[in-house]
């Protein structure tokens, strides 16, 4: 999560729903713009880990991951 103090960066839905094809994390899962729960209405990615906590939505941006607040 971004505090005050960090500069947010913007990402296009396109940019946030990328998952880069070398990347295996078994954690990653991209939710479809179609699948039923999304409210959304546009692909992005989420952690999922039973042993971490709720699940959260995710960005990979400059080779990081990154915790992703949506607008």
Not at 20 to 25: D, L, S, Y
Request: overall charge negative.
């Amino acid at each position: 999560m971004a505090s005050s103090s960090e500069n947010l960066v913007w990402l296009t839905r396109e940019q946030a729903s990328f998952l880069p094809p070398h990347i295996a994390n078994p954690n990653v899962h991209l939710v479809s713009k179609y699948n039923q729960g999304n409210k959304l209405g546009y692909p992005f990615l989420v952690y999922i880990n039973d042993n971490h906590g709720p699940p959260f939505s995710v960005v990979w941006y400059n080779n990081q991951w990154y915790e992703c607040q949506h607008d």
